[in-house]
């Protein structure tokens, strides 16, 4: 059980955001899949995300 | 400058290699400011290091052989640069900030773990959940609230807004992350969590 290169939820929680300014490498990216498949909670974190983004749009129209 | 190199004859010798050792750093930098500095660096370093210059090989060589450490340190510097701004390091900025420890515990989860939102595309049609949105989006800090403001209302791109803000992108990555965070909480708390639906 050496995760310690994997992510945590702390981590992958930075990730789903700053995926949105810049491109994340082959490698974040992996990890951050790694956590999602198995972390619901980052999940619904994922969904939230799309919502404040669709919502902000929304809201500046 | 210095006083003893103008009593060398060597000096006035070493100022005429400058134009061809511009280009030498030109070539290796493709930055004509950057090569200018680069050479003039090099020429301090050779007028310091000319009473230990034996004169074996040419002046023209010995004085290319002192600008190539420093084309190499110019390239390093740049490279450094061009990290601190891509990215990688904001990483680490964005992940281990001392506020976190309030969201997540010490082994890297949610403290709160976020729920699924039942039916979210509903609330867009009622005009109490706009209330609220607006109500969160006024709690988020100053400097986050404009930042996530600009971002996501607006859609402008980061790099205008850091600009705009006189501060980093990689600044700006973090405070972007904050706001989310602290905006899908208060949601959370004031929209999604009175309507909660069965367990979860
Ligand atoms: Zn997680």
């Known amino acids: 059980m050496a995760d310690s290169d994997k992510v945590d939820c702390r981590k992958a929680s930075w990730l789903l955001s700053v995926a949105s300014e810049r491109e994340l490498t082959a490698q974040e990216r992996q990890a951050l899949r790694e956590h999602l498949d198995r972390c619901l909670k980052c999940r619904n974190y994922e969904g939230q995300l799309k919502f404040l983004r669709e919502a902000s749009r929304r809201f500046g129209k | ?200």
């Not at chain 2, 930098?29 to 090099?42: C, H, I, K, S």
């Not at chain 2, 972007?176 to 639906?197: M, V, Y």
């Open chain 2, 1 to 200: 400058m210095a006083q003893t190199p103008a009593a060398d004859p060597r000096f006035a010798e070493i100022e005429s290699h400058r134009p061809y050792l511009v280009r030498y750093a030109l070539a290796q930098l493709r930055d004509a400011e950057l090569a200018q500095e680069t050479v003039q660096e090099a020429l301090l370093a050779a007028l310091e290091a000319l009473p230990g210059f034996d004169g074996r090989s040419s002046l023209r060589t010995w004085l290319t052989a002192i600008l190539r450490f420093k084309v190499i340190d110019a390239q390093r510097r740049i490279a450094t640069d061009r990290r601190r701004l891509e990215s990688t390091d904001g990483d680490e900025d964005g992940a281990d900030e001392a506020w976190q420890d309030e969201l997540f515990d010490e082994t890297g989860h949610w403290r709160v773990a976020p729920r699924t939102w039942s039916d979210p595309e509903s609330a867009f049609e009622q005009a109490r959940f706009w209330e609220v949105f607006e109500k969160c989006l006024g709690r988020l800090p100053p400097a986050g609230g404009r930042v996530f403001f600009k971002r996501e209302v607006l859609g402008e791109e980061t790099r205008a807004i850091c600009g705009a803000e006189g501060i980093t992108e990689s600044n700006c990555w973090v405070m972007l992350h904050r706001a989310r965070l602290a905006l899908r909480a208060c949601l959370e708390s004031n929209w999604f969590g009175e309507e909660a639906p069965r367990g979860g």
